[in-house]
Each structure stands twice: as C-alpha cells, then as structure tokens.
C-alpha cells in the first residue's frame, strides 16, 4: 500500500489502537518531531552510563497538547506500530500509557501507578522469568526504593532521629528512582524508557502534584516521559496553586498575589515542559485540507479522499455559497474523534456518493462537481481564464468568457454520469446526518439546516389541500422555538433582546413575554412590525380587491401620468399591493394599515422549492407575513375583528357577487400559472435549494429593506407601497446573488451591499451589475437575442444558481411591468439618492461622502480623500458618478469642483466634458 497515503477506516471503532501504520494521521506534525526527540534522548541515555545523576539531571519531557478527542492518546497507544521499522526501536522500551486518572484517594502517581506499570509490562515480566541473575538485582534496587519511598510517606509521623533518617531517606529518593531505572534497562537490555503519561490534566484536582512527580522524579536521561494534556488547563492548574500558596496565610494585596502566581506557573512550566519540546496536535480541519488523506471501506479498498467528502458535506449544507457574509456554514466535527464517529455514522452512505464527487481532483471539483453534474471542468476553467483577462483589461466585456464556456460545453462531454444519485440517497444523508448532529453541542445550526430539509420534503410531497402551515415553520426561521428543551444542550451565543429596544414602543408588553430569556443559536434580524401608511390608503386596497376597481386605475393613471394601455396591470398592482398590506395592527387603539414584505418573500422562496397551487397562494394572501410582529406571536396580538379597509369605505361591497372573478382572483390564477410554467420550463425541481442559503438570505434582505418607520404625511403612499414590493424581489435576487457569485462560478468574489432603495431601472443598479449579472443573463425575452446573450443564459442554466433561475420569475415580470409603468416618471420621495431621510434634498458635499463613503467637508485638502476613493474604481463607475452628481445637482459647488479635479487628475474619465469653469456655489 502507498506509504505517502494515509487512511481513516469508514468503520474506526472507537478504540485507540490503530494496527496499520497507515492509519497514523498526524506523522508530520507529531509523529515525526517525536521520533526525532526519541533519537536525541538515546543518545544522551547512552552517554549517561554509570555517571552520577547530579550531574545528569535535566527536564527532557515532552509535552503534547491537545483538547479532548484530537487524537493524543492515539499518538501514545500507536507510537510503538510507527517506530517498528526504525533503527530507534532497537534500543529503546516503550511502556504502555500510565492514566492518573485511576488514582485513588491517597495513592501516588510514582509509586502506584508508574512502577506498577513497569513491573507489570509484560517485557520487564518475562525478562524477569529469562534471566533470574538480572531480576535478583532489580528487586534489590526495588526494596531500596520502597524504604525510601515509605519514610517519604511517613516521615509526618516520625519525630526526633528518625524524622531526621526519614528527612534523609527522602533525599536519597531520586537516586534510588533513577538506580531503578537503569536496572530496567538492564534487564531488558535497551537503553532509554519511554513512559507516556496520558491525561495528566484530566485529574484536576491532583494535576498539580502529578507535575511535581514528572519535576523530581522523571529528570533521569533513562527515562523520557511523554505528557500528554491541554496546555490551557496546566496552566489554569498551577497558577491556581501557586495562588492558593501565596494567600494561604493572608488575603492582603490578592490582585498583585494574583499576578505574581501567573509569572510563577508560565516558569515552573517552561522548566518541566521546555518549550523546543512542545508538540501540538493538529486541528482536525488540517486533515481535511491534505490531498493524501483517504477513506477506505471495510475490506480496506479506497472509497474517496476526506478532502472531497468534506467538500461535499459544506456544499450539501450550506449550497453554493461564497463564503461571503458569514456565508460558509463552519461544519460541526470540533475534533477527530467527532470525524471518525460522523465516518462511522455515514459509512454504508458515502460509498453511494456519485462518482464525479469521489474522483474529483480537488475540493472545489468537489463542488463543481455535485452543482453542475452536467458541466466539465474545463468548461469552467476555461470561462475562468477568459474572464480574468477582460477583468484585469479593465474592458467589463465578458461575452468572450461565456462563448469560450459554451464552446467547452459543446465540444466536451461530462466526464461522468449522475444517474448513480438518486432521490432516495439524499433523504438517507439527512436523516443519518440529523441523527449524528443532534447530540453535537456545535452542531446546532447544522441540525436546525437538516430538520429544515427534512420539512421542505414534507411540504414537498404533501398535496397544496393538505397544506397547513408555512414553508416557514421550522425551527431554522422561528427563533422562539429555540428555547425549547430539545435544543438546550446546543451551544447558544445570541438572543432577542435587542428587539424590545426598537420595538418596545410599538407593541404591546405582552409580545416580549419571556422574550428576554431566550438564548438563539443563530443571530436573527428584527422582528417586523411593518412601515405605518395613511388610512386612505385603505380605499385604494378595497379597489383592488372589488370588481369595478376603477378607483385604483385611477390612482395608477395618476402616478404614471398617463393612460394605462394593458388592462391586466391594475390586477397586478393590486396583487402586489395585497401581498404588501396587513389589516391587523398591534394595539387596538392604533389601528392603520401596515406594510410587511413576508408575503412576497415566502411566495418567493415557496415557488422554488416546489409545485405552488393556488390554495398556497390563498394562504399566504391570506396569513401573517412571514416573521412579522403577528407571525411570530399570534397568540398574543391584539388583532382587530373587521378589515380596516372596509371600515374605511364602509363595509364590503354590497354589489359584490361572490361568485364571479375579483381582479385579484385573476392576478393569483394567473401568477399560479405562470409559476408553473417557470418550473416546468426551466428545470427548477433541479436546484438543490439549501435552508441554509435562504436563512442567509433571509437575514441580508431583511436587515436591508425591512421597514418599521411611519411615513409623513404628504408622501405618495402607492408610490411608497409599489416601491417596496419591488425592492423585495430585487434585494431577495440579489441576496441571492451575493451569496452565490464566486470562484465555484469562476467569478471574482466581487459583490456589493450597499443599500438598496429604489425598484426603479434595478438593471442600472448595482446590485444587478455586481451581485447578479454575471449569474444571468441581462435579458429574458426570446426575440431578438444575441449570440452574447444566448451564451449567458446557457451559462445560467447549466450552472443551476438560484439568482439564474430568479431571473425569469413570473414575479419578476410583474414586479418590472409594474414598477417600470407607475415608478418610471417619479422615483419615490423617500428613496431619492439626492434626499436625505427628512425629504430635504442632500447638500453636494454630503451627497458625495455617501457616494464614495468618505467625509468631504469641502476644505482644500479634501480632494484628496476624493481622488484616493475613486483611485480604484474603473473609468465606467467614475462616469457614471460623474454624470449622475451633474444631473442631480446642475450648479456647481465645492464637492463638483473636487470630483471634476480628481477625475481629470486620476486620468479616470478621459474627454470629460459639460462642465463649466463658472466659480463653485457655496454648499
């Protein structure tokens, strides 16, 4: 077998003892430097020979420091099976591991535990048996020992003479320990002992005096001890001693006793454990990111490297994700023996991994490889290489990169099949996955992932009738859930406390109950109470829902200026509108209309993961949006009995007949189909959607445009309302986008967060440029496309992103008809770039801080933070600054005086023209 692969036994039991040397992880880091320590201790052994131990007393020991479960003891039970084929081996006698932690009240370490083992060592046993001459001696040097050590032991009792004949037996002790020793070595004919010493801080409360034994007695070049233990706590155990000593007698001046006691154990361990001598096993992760670590099966046939099945593991959990943001979800396996266990636990499953993944020459292969079954790895290094090229040219012309990837596309087939994965497989890893994560303290965010897959497929496989509940209600969206019994044993570094302080003064006390004692195993956003809108706006909603909504069209005539060509479009505005308004607010002596984006976002979310009925539809029309103030605490809300919006225009409709088509009827039939046919047309069954990736989502976008502000008066609150429906998908796509773009994709982990705030021309934002252009294609109309075009939508739909997939949502449709018609003249007030948060418009110099997030204060020296900003910034960027600062502010002033100069000097927008060298208006 090759000896540069190293192997971890699918079905590793939990003991220790590892029979082949190829199970042996840690060679370079331990086992290596250990037998490096071994030959320098031989040789002063040898040298030490019939000379006086005064003069050889010196503090060889070695130290291994480890926390529990890295593996130590492993190093200590299999140092022998290593040094088998070494020269050392020859001349030297390795004991088995002494454990302090069988000592009894009373018992010493040296006497009980360390001779015992070396009397009992079955060498030492039969060398006795083989050579009376030899062993008559040993027991010589025996007796002399016990004398010494029981005046050691007594000597408290003596008085007189004989505490003076105990005092001196006691100073004999190290040269009768070390007489010992040699007569051991004799009798076995080596010549240095090994005596590892596992756990020595296991036994808190006696690890301070077992230091002590290895400081007096184990200074002999005849022994070399091997410690074995965590560091941390050595030192947390003398210093406390040390302390303890010090105060014993007076707590005066406890602080500088402290410090003195802090000094004096960092010496007393540099003196028994040197520091040249100290070994450190390796994190756990370390072994996952070698190329030549393995996993074999039962008959010991290779199945595939440890590096690919983690690689596969993050991507199963997490999804394609970038690892920004806190993106990467870190895998709970916090040592190798919480590897091995989660080996044991998946050994009939990770042989029925595809073979792509298993064979796959790398981690990001790995990846590649269960993303995009279907694409080649040279398709995907080639589009890489390409891209890098246009990026460093600086042309922000890709389409060469997407016709190199569909030229490999097409030339290339797969180098595997995937039909070796089948459905079954995945629901087997969740389940035995939940099952191994749910005992793991730092497995909590796993655990919440797996019980949220394991809910998906429900609400998968479960008929749209017999539906109940939200897509939502598992415990991963549903923080009050975390305080409950089954996930106390999780480790816990959040809670909700911090909602009282923004919220406290909108919802009643009641909503807190027992909020304050909640611990999270995640961090969550606020929260949504949803943005507070005038009571007319309440007329506005009864019309959309009534069949002469002729109210609304004229509302919608209004803000577009203009005759409203496709008559479906008002029963769009309205759905959306629907979708935004909650009826119910939280005390009841404050009723209004409240806007909450849950509803578009879970109806986002639900026509991913599966086939969405119009009943699914109806119910989230219809419930509380998703994490709002009512979602998360029904039982306590105070809710009003009637609809708002029919108190306002005096009840429902009289003229209503109930069984004839509302436009919003219409809207959802219509939205349910189209839904359908995006999943059919578009393969959607075939992204594998982790719960993990919408939680991140779901953070981001409601920390980004969740609203619980009441507007002033004055402000167009349809405009308002049109605004954040269409902000909810964009920053939902992308969210999304941010999260998947990177090098998986063979894209540059480039992406922006800056806020997002207006739903008018989203392709000229930002965030579609950076977070999502690059995923999918600028347009998804059929006629008329090109080459270019064509490349990038096969790019997005081999690649299988979800912000691809996003792209040609019905939603997204509906959101850009509705909002390009009625948002197109007017961008709403309070998300104007040049308006600051009370309406009045922006100065220039504060307009630029915020566009380049400096702090312009219009001084002469300014205009350097100016040019240092734009300094990296492409020369498209700088234009598109510059001209939307010239049309939003047309005089000049100090901040456009200072752009102007440090775009000409940085050579950053070369024939810069439209700008007058009239003197700057004071800002």
């Given amino acids: 077998m090759n000896q540069n692969k190293r192997y971890i036994p699918l079905n590793a039991s939990e003991s220790a003892v590892l029979r082949d040397a190829n199970t042996l992880l840690p060679r370079d880091e331990v086992y290596e430097p250990l037998e490096e320590m071994i030959n320098e201790a031989l040789e002063k052994a040898k040298i030490a020979q019939d000379k006086a131990l005064n003069g050889l007393r010196e503090h060889n020991a070695i130290s291994i420091d480890g926390a529990r479960g890295t593996g130590k003891t492993a190093v200590l039970v299999n140092l022998k099976s290593y040094l088998k084929d070494r020269d050392a081996l020859k001349d030297v006698h390795i004991l088995d591991p002494v454990d302090p932690t069988l000592l009894e009240d009373g018992e010493s370490l040296f006497l009980h535990i360390i001779v015992a083992a070396i009397l009992h060592d079955k060498d030492v046993k039969e060398a006795q048996r083989t050579t009376p001459n030899k062993a008559i001696y040993l027991n010589q040097t025996l007796d002399k020992l016990a004398q010494s050590l029981e005046s050691v032991e007594t000597q408290e009792n003596h008085h007189g003479m004989d505490k003076v004949r105990a005092m001196y037996s006691n100073k004999q002790l190290a040269d009768c320990v070390q007489d010992f020793f040699r007569e051991v070595l004799s009798l076995l004919e080596k010549k240095l002992l090994i005596l590892p010493i596992d756990d020595v801080d296991t036994a808190l409360n006696r690890a301070f005096e077992n230091l002590e034994i290895v400081r007096r007695y184990l200074a002999t070049p005849y022994v070399l001890p091997i410690v074995c233990g965590d560091r941390a706590l050595y030192d947390e155990v003398t210093w406390r001693d040390f302390h303890g000593r010090l105060i014993k007698d007076s707590s005066y001046r406890r602080n500088e006793a402290y ?99 298993k064979e796959a020459d790398s981690a990001l292969q790995a990846k590649r490889a269960w993303q995009m079954p279907d694409v080649p790895e040279k398709a995907i290094e080639e589009f890489e290489k390409e891209y890098q090229i246009q990026h460093k040219a600086e042309k922000r012309e890709y389409g060469p990169a997407y016709a190199k990837f569909a030229e490999y596309l097409k030339a290339s087939l797969p180098a595997y099949a995937t039909e070796d994965w089948i459905e079954s497989n995945r629901s087997a890893w969740i389940s035995s996955l939940e099952k191994h994560f749910k005992f793991e303290p730092t497995g909590g965010v796993a655990y919440l992932v797996l019980l949220a897959r394991q809910y998906w497929q429900q609400w998968r496989g479960t008929l749209a009738s017999q539906r109940t509940g939200s897509l939502f209600d598992t415990p991963l969206f549903q923080p009050r859930a975390h305080g409950h019994a089954n996930y106390q044993h999780f480790e816990k570094y959040h809670d909700l406390t911090n909602w009282s302080d923004s919220l406290g003064d909108r919802l009643p006390k009641m909503w807190f109950r027992d909020l304050f004692e909640i ?83 879970e109806l986002i979310i639900a026509s991913l993961l599966g086939n969405v009925e119009l009943s699914d539809l109806q119910r989230i029309l219809l419930a509380a949006p998703f994490f709002s103030a009512k979602d998360l605490a029904q039982d306590i809300v105070v809710s009003a009995q009637n609809d708002p919006a029919d108190e306002e225009s005096g009840g429902p409709d009289e003229n209503v007949d109930e069984d004839k088509e509302t436009p919003l009827d219409s809207a959802l039939i219509a939205l349910q189909l189209e839904i359908k046919q995006w999943r059919e047309g578009y393969e959607i069954d075939q992204l594998d959607i982790s719960p993990w990736l ?114 040609y949502h019905p939603l997204r449709n509906l959101v850009d008809d509705v909002c390009n018609t009625y948002l197109s003249r007017k961008r709403p007030d309070s998300m104007s770039g040049a308006q600051s948060k009370k309406g009045k418009k922006k100065s220039a110099n504060k307009w630029l801080s915020d566009k380049l997030n400096i702090n312009f204060g219009g001084k002469e020296g300014d205009i350097e933070k100016v040019k240092k900003a734009i300094r990296a910034m492409p020369e498209s960027k700088c234009k598109e600054i510059w001209e939307e600062m010239s049309k939003e502010y047309k005089r000049n002033s100090a901040a456009k005086v200072a752009l102007n100069k440090a775009l000409e000097l940085e050579e950053k927008f070369p024939g810069l023209t439209g700008f007058s060298d009239a003197p700057a208006h004071p800002d």
């Fill in 259 to 357: 410090e003195s006691a802090v000094e004096l154990a960092s010496e007393y361990q540099r003196k028994i454990l040197p520091f040249p001598r100290r070994l450190t096993m390796p994190e756990v992760r370390k072994y996952w990111q070698q190329s030549n670590i393995y996993l074999r099966d039962g008959q010991n046939a290779e199945v595939m490297p440890l590096r690919n099945f983690i690689a596969w593991l993050e991507i199963f959990l997490s999804g394609p994700v970038n690892g920004l943001g806190n993106s990467q979800l870190p895998l709970p396996i916090p040592s190798i023996r919480a590897l091995t266990q989660l080996l044991n636990q998946c050994q009939k499953l990770i042989p029925t991994l595809p073979k792509s993944i």
């Fill in 519 to 601: 611990k999270t195993i995640l961090p969550y956003p606020q929260a949504e109470i949803g943005c507070s809108v005038s009571q007319s706006f309440n007329n506005q909603l009864a019309s959309s829902r009534k069949h002469n909504n002729q109210a609304l069209k004229g509302e919608l005539r209004k803000l577009a200026r203009g005759v409203d060509s496709d008559e479906k479009l008002p029963g769009k505005a309205g759905l959306l509108l629907n979708l935004l308004a909650e009826y119910y607010f939280y005390q009841s002596a404050q009723r209004a209309v409240v806007l909450n984006i849950g509803r578009i976002f």
């Fill in 694 to 807: 919408v939680y991140k989502v779901f953070e981001k976008v409601y920390a980004m445009i969740s609203d619980n502000k009441t507007h002033q008066n004055g402000l167009n609150y349809l405009t308002i309302a049109l605004n954040k429906a269409g902000l909810v998908f964009y920053a939902t796509w992308s969210a999304f986008g941010s999260f998947e773009k990177g090098r998986l994709f063979g894209l540059p982990e480039l992406v922006t967060d800056v806020g997002l705030r207006s739903s008018r021309n989203f392709k000229q934002n930002d965030h579609f440029k950076m977070n999502i252009g690059h995923l999918a294609p600028y347009k998804q109309r059929v006629a008329g496309r090109t080459d270019v075009e064509d490349h990038r939508a096969l790019f997005g739909r081999k690649t299988r992103t979800i912000a691809n997939a996003l792209a």
